[in-house]
């Protein structure tokens, strides 16, 4: 590592202590608690910088194609042990926490980028020894600096989800392939994945450059837990972003297990996304959406917190144990809500089914007293307890009664009929 960047390296080290973060945190969970929001931790910066620009904290220059110093043992080691306390974290605040991902936006975003590219083999083992750790029930034997180490294991439980996030190009050429191993060792293993596509002159065109990564989403989400982790509502003035915004987290849910909008990816300035007044409550319920200038409306094809859907098809599948993952993504879809018009439909129908139910059980109740009484010979009376006649006494309130009644009379088979 070149001095200079040595030193803005260091810098960061004269930051505030991680302990004096830690109120900050625990802030986040108690208004995700509040506000019945889940959170998904997230290691944004590995040691060393998995990219050379600023999603690391300290950006190097050049962007992308610059160097990246996190490809080191005693860096990947130092990654495992901050994956350790985020996953001591989620198991310490229960349902609140979603998961933990492990990496944020490794470099770069296609295959083809060659040598700028972090190597995918080392991020393999990266994440293989992180998983280890953060599942761990005791001492884990992990590599750093030229030794082993033995590190504590977090116990994160195996149903919440360990989040692998990487471009599409790459979930699809190589992690899709990757066993981690069995469910008992890794647990629940959710891909995460980010969608941006620069400015756009129209609504169909801002669509049409997310069309290729869609369709991507959509063949990963047929054998994979995936969601959208970030995405933007790009473009220019003439584009209606309640339009787009809704589209997007239609396609998220539909396909996968839904999104994350990026706030601070505008349209035109860092922030942008503030002024904008997207209708967020209508977006994400699937309420109609109103074209400008037009009255046009737009549906949602599923609406539902990208959390929420994960939150039940873990509940739905047992926390993911022992279901082959095509039930789970069933039953996920089944915990999905659905539009208020077909929720209405829905119960207008199990209303009218009860009233049924309720009419033929009454036909069936007459009919059958009616076959009784034919059944029965004139001028006589029984009390019958499975299936034969009760003779005995019972007390009332002038002493023993005879209840022997009538002889019995054993009718013909025939005649019950």
């Given at each position: 590592m070149?001095?200079?960047?040595?030193?803005?390296?260091?810098?960061l080290q004269t930051m505030l202590p991680a302990a004096e973060y830690a109120p900050f945190i625990e802030r986040v969970f108690a208004f995700a608690v509040k506000h019945r929001l889940r959170v998904l931790l997230d290691l944004h910066s590995a040691p060393g910088g998995q990219t050379g620009n600023q999603n690391t904290g300290c950006s190097t220059g050049g962007g992308d194609t610059v160097a990246r110093y996190f490809t080191t043992e005693q860096h990947s080691y130092l990654a495992v042990l901050a994956v350790k306390e985020l996953a001591a974290l989620c198991k310490r605040h229960g349902p609140a926490c979603y998961?933990?991902?492990?990496?944020?936006?490794?470099?770069?975003?296609?295959?083809?980028?060659?040598?700028?590219?972090?190597?995918?083999?080392?991020?393999?083992?990266?994440?293989?020894?992180?998983?280890?750790?953060?599942?761990?029930?005791?001492?884990?034997?992990?590599?750093?600096?030229?030794?082993w180490w033995l590190v504590e294991g977090a116990a994160l439980e195996r149903h919440v989800p360990i989040v692998i996030m990487d471009w599409l190009a790459w979930l699809e050429r190589y992690w899709d392939s990757v066993d981690f191993g069995a469910y008992n060792q890794t647990g629940e293993i959710v891909f995460e994945t980010?969608?941006?596509?620069?400015?756009?002159n129209s609504q169909q065109e801002a669509r049409?450059?997310?069309?290729?990564?869609?369709?991507?989403?959509?063949?990963?989400?047929?054998?994979?837990?995936?969601?959208?982790?970030?995405?933007?509502?790009?473009g220019n003035r003439h584009v209606d972003y309640n339009q787009l915004a809704s589209w997007y987290v239609s396609q998220a849910n539909q396909f996968g297990e839904g999104s994350f909008i990026w706030n601070f990816d505008g349209p035109w300035a860092w922030g942008a996304v503030?002024?904008?007044?997207?209708?967020?409550?209508?977006?994400?319920?699937?309420?109609?959406?109103h074209r400008k200038g037009s009255g046009a409306k737009a549906r949602m094809l599923y609406a539902h917190s990208s959390l929420h859907n994960g939150n039940s098809l873990d509940a739905l599948a047992g926390a993911g144990s022992d279901f082959p993952y095509g039930y789970r993504r069933l039953l996920g879809s089944l915990a999905s809500p659905?539009?208020?018009?077909?929720?209405?439909?829905?119960?207008?129908?199990?209303?009218?089914?009860?009233?049924?139910?309720?009419?033929?059980?009454?036909?069936?109740?007459?009919?059958?007293?009616?076959l009784e009484a034919s059944s029965s010979p004139?001028?006589?009376c029984s009390s019958t307890v499975s299936g034969s006649y009760f003779q005995g006494q019972a007390k009332g309130p002038l002493g023993p009664k005879s209840l022997a009644g009538p002889p019995r009379v054993d009718f013909p088979a025939a005649s019950l009929s």
């Open positions: 070149p001095a200079a960047t040595a030193q803005r390296w260091a810098a998961g933990v991902q492990l990496l944020n936006e490794p470099c770069c975003p296609h295959p083809h980028m060659g040598a700028a590219n972090l190597d995918r083999r080392f991020l393999h083992k990266f994440y293989s020894d992180a998983i280890a750790v953060a599942r761990g029930e005791g001492a884990v034997r992990v590599q750093g600096g030229g030794d980010h969608i941006y596509t620069g400015t756009a049409d450059a997310a069309a290729r990564d869609i369709e991507s989403y959509k063949t990963l989400g047929t054998r994979r837990r995936i969601f959208l982790g970030e995405w933007s509502v790009t503030v002024p904008l007044n997207l209708e967020w409550p209508k977006i994400f319920e699937g309420g109609p959406m659905v539009p208020r018009q077909v929720l209405f439909f829905l119960y207008v129908l199990a209303f009218c089914l009860c009233i049924a139910l309720l009419c033929v059980l009454g036909f069936v109740w007459r009919l059958l007293a009616r004139e001028g006589t």
